[in-house]
């Protein structure tokens, strides 16, 4: 099992940034890849980026490439999602999830967190 806590949402006005957080416990973290998935209301939940257990491979939407950034820290179990230029089409709860392989358009991952809300004001 792996359990995921996001942090670091919050209301931002359009044009700012924001960084999330995923911190991650239970089996060994460095194995998994990790990815954020967002859901607007009355969306479909949708892909935004994911990074490779290793940290080399990544992927972005691209709704959001250019201005979001994911990075991990393997020695903190943490991952972090960059959101700069944010847009008010961005506000949604943010999920992170955890699998062997998370790349948009592949399967659900199995690990999933609570996920944090995202407010962009206009």
């Known amino acids: 099992q792996v359990q995921l806590v996001e942090s670091g949402g919050g209301l931002v006005q359009a044009g700012g940034s924001l960084r999330l957080s995923c911190v991650a416990s239970?089996?060994?973290?460095?194995?998994?890849?990790v990815g954020w998935f967002r859901q607007a209301p009355g969306k479909e939940r949708e892909f935004v980026a994911s990074i490779s257990w290793s940290g080399r491979n990544t992927y972005f939407s691209n709704s959001v490439k250019g201005r979001f950034a994911i990075s991990r820290d393997n020695d903190k179990d943490t991952i972090y999602l960059q959101m700069n230029s944010l847009k008010p089409d961005d506000t949604a709860v943010y999920f992170c999830?955890?699998?062997?392989?998370?790349?948009?358009?592949?399967?659900?991952?199995?690990?999933w967190g609570l996920g944090t809300q995202v407010t962009v004001s206009s």
């Open positions: 239970g089996r060994t973290f460095f194995n998994y890849a």
């Open positions: 999830a955890a699998d062997t392989i998370v790349v948009p358009g592949g399967q659900d991952p199995q690990y």
